[in-house]
Structures are given as structure tokens and as C-alpha cells.
């Protein structure tokens, strides 16, 4: 997944506006180490991808584009007129790679900022006037493919809409006029800050995501913030306090404490505590960090194991001016838990029986190269700790296994054979095929299988890359039922290049490059690329396939078929897939939660195709009426409750609110996982009845 900043919007380079008394945000420049990282990224793009594009006039074109659109996705800020003048430079990016100048990028993000400032200001001037709620308007909230406004005037219309749609849900939350322009106006203005806060890294990221993307949909470019950020990912650890932290009315807010983390064990931090200032050593100065980006102040507060960090803290709840404190902490290990595999147990009724189906939830293929690398025996792997938990679920006597990889991204292809293996034992599981065009075939050698019981996988759009290899190889070995709905459909195998190895750098300075190097094949010899994974069994999902997956990239690879491996199916599936269909239509069929969601989804569609929103307070809130009675009379089923929409985003809430809203959400019924756990104890009551069947059978023989 990519690691994105926030950008509101679009550049636009206009002339003086009508804010332009407004300090115009800091002048950022190219740094000389970006244009030396540019340089070598193009150097090793263009010879040793797995499709290497030459960086010519064509490629610069897509870059342009990319970049644009990173900026202004939803074509609110840009003039058709400042992106005529954006193509003069458009088949000029690939000379000033090479040459080492990136005055292009930085130029237009330079009017960027000045654009964010203009239209916000204009916004927040907009707050002034009452709107009608009573006119027939509506305001288009798919913008993707928009023409960009042609006059100034076109776009103060466009923007007066997008203000009074926010004050139209505001409004429909519950709101006061007062209210509604405090928050509205705090929200602008937020916005606004951010103009005043990125830095020449924040562009050069930006651009080389566009660059990167340009070349395929997965090649990457993480500067050495973002490079931090995905060793972090992969490890599932890092050295800290352990606190979850939070943006907050320009304070750095203490969201939540990780269990057993030094902050935690400390006793003297609290949820809200907001962190004014942070000091390094016993004794180093405290630097004051209101109004600091919480990247910047994440960076300042992790440090080396066993060092101490220093934090001043205002409490929750207390004034500006209250009391401070100012208390030490020791960094230690701090174990991302969440992130790790886990496992619950279902008691679900099939035929007469009840049978326990143990769901294991897996969001990542982790794997902590590094310590692996050094040959920590205890190093951290998804695959290990799904073995652990594999021996758990043995011992509380489950009937059958669920591997819960929805919204999985991927992660370490090593770590997807080797979770395979834990199913099939020893075997192919995966073919990978470099640009050289050789195929080698990689195995599991796992000498026999964890788990030889009834399993299955439950998958969904957001399975992409080491899910999908999983799942494919569990489905082709006709080892278990997968069920969902068509994976992402990324076929594709990347490794990270560190750019400051290249050229021998001391220190982290140019980032570093994943890079897209071979394609991955099934082991029948097909490809998830574009198709993904097709379930057994198919269940309704929330995405839409033509704006999220594979098919949504124009430069994605084509779908291919290579030959088969050589593997022995075990084929424990295949023949019970009618029955399990069957069985699964009768009971959905008459299950209220299951059709109420797919009238949810049916709605989603019609307003997701629909693309626009009533600016109209009497049609919207016959809307919410309705919504509000399908949501009463599933509270009245036990269903859980209305969350609404108050209009609200994040950190406008109270920290209790958000919480409490984010607890609910967890805590929801689980229709879809309900339903596969179902479709596992059914696969577990006829695996029984075919092994009684043939047990019966072998006896007769004996007999006669």
C-alpha cells in the first residue's frame, strides 16, 4: 500500500488574487541529494525493472499527469488554463532528471501552496453568508474525471457548493448555525496550516510516487521517512514509549497506550494527555512542538532502545494555560501487536451438530528481515506465529481452521510459501518468472503439514499479491474452500532497492526503490494478475471493482499463462462445493442481517453510480428518515446501533467520541466472517459424513 501525504488539492499559478494581503507559504526548494535520487532512480528504472521503460518524452508525459492528479484529484482547484500552461513542460521532465533539476515539480508545487491559501481563505469567507437549503442543486462528489473550472468565477461556484455541502451535513447532524461555522472554519483553517507546513521531502515524495507509478502500478519510491515507515511495517516493532498518537488542534494527543510499552507501565500518561514539548536525554533542552507535524514529532519521541526521552505534557482536559509536567520515559521494544496474527474460536451449528471453526486474522505478511537476517531464532514472521496459533486451535479441538485475509495487502513472499506450507506440507506453491523470461518454481519444504483439518480462506478486494498467492495455491491443491469476492489482482513480485548502497552513502540520505522484478504464476500456471483469485464461494463486497484493484491501473500488466508445476492435488474440496453452495444460498436466503447487508451494498452502488448529492435539506432528510428506520429496526433485531453521519471528520470530535464510534465499528456483527465460518462447519459436517460413508463401506467389504 502506498505511503501518501495529505494534499488538499491542486496548483494553479494565477494571478494576485483577491487574499492576497495573505503571507504566502515558504518557499521550498530542491535539495541536491533529491536530484542525485531522482538521477539514479532513472538509472535503474529504465535497465532493470521487470518491464524496463526508457525514461523518454513519453514517460515524462505520464509523470506530468501523475503528478497533477496527486495534487488536484478531484479537479477542485485547477483552471483549464493553468494546465494548458502545465503541458509547455510536459515532455520536459525526463531531460531535467538527467540533468539533475527539478525546478519543475517545485515550481508548480510552489503555486500548489498559494492555490490551498486562496481557496481556503475563500472558503472560510463563504462561512459569512447563509445558504438556501431550500433550492434545487445538487453537487457532484465524482470529480476524478471532471473538467477543471474554466474561469475563477466557475470555480467559486464549484467551492460555494462544496462549503454548503458541508454545511448541509453538519446541519443534518444535529447542529446549530454557530456550531456549524466554528467547525467549518476550524476545518478550513487546518487545511489552510498544512499549506504552511510541507517540506522540500513532502514535494520530492509526491513527485517521485508520480514517477514511480509511471512505471508500473506497484514500483515505489519511500524517501528515508517513508523507508522507516515500511521496515516498521514489516517488523512489527520499533523502539519507542508506546503510544498511539494523534493530531489534535495542533497538539501531538495521546490517542491510546500499548500494553506492556514504557509509557503504559510509566503510570503517568492518560488517553488525551496532549505532548507540548519533547526533550532528548536526561537533560537535553525540551523543544516545543505545538504546531508540529506529528510525523516530525513521532521521529523525535522514537529513538535508540534503553535511551531516555523527556515529554512535556498538558493534560487532557486542562486549559492552555494549566500546569504542566514534565516526565521521563526510557524507550524499549515496542511490538505493533495489532498488526500480528490472532485467532478467535466460532461455535456454529451444521446439520446436527455444533462445531467449532477457529478463525485466524492475518492483516500482513510480516517478517523481520533484519533480525532474520542475522539469524535471531526468534525473529518475527507471520508464518511462525499462524504455526503457534495453528497448535492452539489443535488443542482446543477445533473442527476446522479460517484464514481471514481480507483487506491483507501482501507483504513478504516468503512468508506466503511458507503459510502455505503449514497447509500442504511439502510442495510448489508459487512460480516467478524474471524479465530474463526463466521461470523458477518456489516450494515449501516443510516436511508434512500443522494443519490437515477442514480449512478455508476468506478473501475480498483489499487481498492483493501474498494473500492472493496464498489463496491460490490453497485453492489448486483443492486443499480448502476459499470464499469472498475476487481478489485485487496483483500478479506482480517487487524487491527494495536502498539507493544510498548504490553509490556507498555512510548515512541514509537518496531512499530507497521498490522495485516491480519478476511476475508470479499459480502453480496451475495461471496468474492472479488482473483476474485475482475467484472465490469457490462467491459473497457480496463493498468495493468497486472499476476504481479499486488491478483493472483500475491503465499500465497494469496483462493477464498470462505459464506451464503447470508439478504437484499432487489433494482435491478434498471439489466434490463438496455443491453442496456447500447449496446449503450457503438456503441459509443466507432467510437470514435478515446477510439480505440487509446486500440491500447496504445495492444502495452504495446506486449512490457510488448516482456520483452526486442533494444540496436540497427536505430531500436529504427524507433520506436520513428512511435511513434512520432500516437502522431502528435492525437495533430492534440486535443488530447494533445507528453510528449516523454527524458530518464530522477526524479530530472533530471529542477523543472520547471518536473512540467510542471506533469501538462500535469493532464491535459490529461480522456478517460476511459469520457466514464463512458457517460455510467451514458445513465443509467439517460432510467431510464427517463422507469418512462415516466410507468407513461404513470399507466394514461391508471386510465383512463379506
Do not use: C
Not at 445558504?131 to 434545487?136: I, N, S, V
Not at 487546518?190 to 506497484?218: G, W
Not at 498518537?245 to 510509566?266: K, N
Not at 518468472?433 to 477442514?454: F, H, M, N, Y
Request: glycine content about 8%; cysteine-free.
Amino acid at each position: 500500500m502506498r505511503i501518501a501525504y495529505f494534499f488538499l488539492g491542486a496548483f494553479l499559478a494565477i494571478a494576485q488574487s483577491a487574499y492576497a494581503e495573505v503571507a504566502s507559504p515558504p518557499a521550498l526548494a530542491p535539495l541536491k541529494r533529491q536530484a542525485q535520487a531522482a538521477e539514479l532512480s532513472a538509472q535503474f528504472l529504465s535497465r532493470y525493472s521487470y518491464k524496463p521503460v526508457p525514461l523518454d518524452d513519453a514517460l515524462s508525459a505520464r509523470i506530468m499527469d501523475g503528478f497533477i492528479k496527486s495534487l488536484d484529484p478531484d479537479r477542485m482547484l485547477f483552471l483549464q488554463a493553468d494546465i494548458d500552461g502545465f503541458m509547455s513542460d510536459r515532455s520536459e521532465v525526463d531531460d531535467a532528471i538527467e540533468e539533475r533539476d527539478l525546478k519543475i515539480p517545485f515550481a508548480i508545487f510552489k503555486a500548489y501552496q498559494q492555490r490551498v491559501v486562496d481557496r481556503m481563505n475563500y472558503a472560510r469567507n463563504l462561512l459569512k453568508q447563509d445558504f438556501d437549503f431550500g433550492a434545487q442543486e445538487n453537487y457532484s462528489v465524482l470529480r476524478d474525471k471532471a473538467p477543471w473550472p474554466q474561469s475563477e468565477a466557475e470555480s467559486n461556484e464549484l467551492w460555494r457548493k462544496r462549503v454548503k455541502s458541508d454545511w448541509l451535513r453538519l446541519k443534518l447532524g444535529g447542529q446549530n448555525d454557530a456550531a456549524i461555522r466554528e467547525t467549518l472554519d476550524k476545518r478550513y483553517e487546518n487545511t489552510l496550516e498544512r499549506a504552511y507546513k510541507f517540506k522540500s521531502d513532502d514535494v520530492f515524495q509526491s513527485f517521485m510516487d508520480a514517477y514511480a507509478t509511471s512505471i508500473d502500478p506497484h514500483t515505489d519510491y519511500f524517501g528515508t521517512a517513508a523507508s522507516a515507515d515500511f521496515n516498521v511495517s514489516m517488523k512489527l516493532s520499533l523502539f519507542g514509549i508506546g503510544a498511539v498518537l494523534q493530531e489534535r488542534d495542533d497538539y501531538t494527543t495521546i490517542r491510546e497506550l500499548v500494553p506492556g510499552g514504557p509509557a503504559q507501565l510509566s503510570g503517568k500518561l492518560s488517553v488525551g494527555d496532549r505532548i507540548t514539548g519533547v526533550g532528548q536525554g536526561k537533560d537535553g533542552a525540551i523543544k516545543d512542538v505545538v504546531g508540529t507535524r506529528l510525523d516530525e514529532v513521532v521521529q523525535m519521541i522514537r529513538g535508540k532502545k534503553g535511551s531516555v526521552v523527556r515529554l512535556d505534557i498538558l493534560p487532557a482536559d486542562a486549559g492552555a494555560d494549566a500546569t504542566h509536567r514534565v516526565i521521563s520515559l526510557v524507550r524499549d521494544k515496542i511490538s505493533l501487536d495489532k498488526q500480528a496474527a490472532r485467532k478467535t474460536v466460532l461455535s456454529v451449528k451444521a446439520g446436527d451438530a455444533t462445531r467449532k471453526i477457529g478463525i485466524i486474522t492475518l492483516p500482513v505478511f510480516y517478517e523481520d528481515f533484519e533480525a532474520k537476517r542475522k539469524g535471531d531464532k526468534d525473529y518475527k514472521s507471520a508464518s511462525r506465529d499462524v504455526a503457534k496459533l495453528l497448535g492452539e486451535l489443535n488443542q482446543e479441538k477445533v473442527d476446522s481452521v479460517l484464514i481471514d485475509l481480507r483487506n491483507n495487502g501482501g507483504g513478504s513472499l516468503d512468508e506466503a510459501i511458507d503459510l502455505t506450507g503449514l497447509f500442504i506440507g511439502n510442495g510448489p506453491v508459487v512460480q516467478q518468472r524474471g524479465s530474463d523470461g526463466k521461470v523458477e518454481v518456489r516450494s515449501s519444504e516443510l516436511a508434512a503439514p500443522v494443519w490437515t483439518g477442514p480449512v478455508g480462506v476468506l478473501i475480498n478486494r483489499g487481498s492483493a499479491s501474498a494473500s492472493e498467492i496464498f489463496a491460490a495455491a490453497i485453492q489448486d491443491y483443492g486443499r480448502g474452500v476459499i470464499v469472498g469476492e475476487p481478489s485485487f489482482g496483483k500478479g506482480t513480485v517487487q524487491t527494495v532497492v536502498d539507493l544510498d548502497r548504490i553509490v556507498r552513502n555512510s548515512k541514509p540520505e537518496l531512499g530507497e526503490l521498490k522495485v516491480t522484478i519478476a511476475q508470479f504464476f499459480r502453480v496451475n500456471g495461471g496468474t492472479t494478475q488482473l483476474h485475482g483469485v475467484t472465490p469457490d464461494i462467491s459473497l457480496p463486497g463493498l468495493f468497486d471493482p472499476a476504481s479499486f484493484g488491478e483493472t483500475s491501473y491503465d499500465n497494469a500488466l496483462p493477464w498470462a499463462q505459464i506451464k503447470p508445476a508439478k504437484y499432487t492435488a489433494v482435491d478434498t474440496v471439489t466434490t463438496l462445493l455443491p453442496t456447500l453452495q447449496s446449503r450457503h444460498d438456503a441459509r443466507v436466503e432467510s437470514d435478515p442481517d446477510f439480505q440487509r447487508l446486500i440491500k447496504d451494498i445495492a444502495d452504495l452502488k446506486v449512490q457510488r453510480e448516482k456520483g452526486v448529492v442533494s444540496l436540497n435539506e427536505a430531500e436529504r432528510r427524507k433520506e436520513a428518515t428512511a435511513r434512520e428506520k432500516r437502522f431502528k429496526d435492525r437495533a430492534k433485531a440486535g443488530d447494533g446501533e445507528d453510528l449516523g453521519d454527524d458530518g464530522l471528520e477526524a479530530g472533530e470530535r471529542s477523543l472520547s467520541a471518536d473512540i467510542a464510534i471506533e469501538n462500535a465499528r469493532k464491535n459490529a456483527k461480522d456478517v460476511l466472517l459469520n457466514e464463512a465460518a458457517a460455510i467451514l462447519a458445513d465443509e467439517a459436517d460432510l467431510r464427517e459424513g463422507v469418512l462415516k460413508a466410507a468407513a461404513k463401506q470399507s466394514g461391508n467389504t471386510d465383512g463379506k
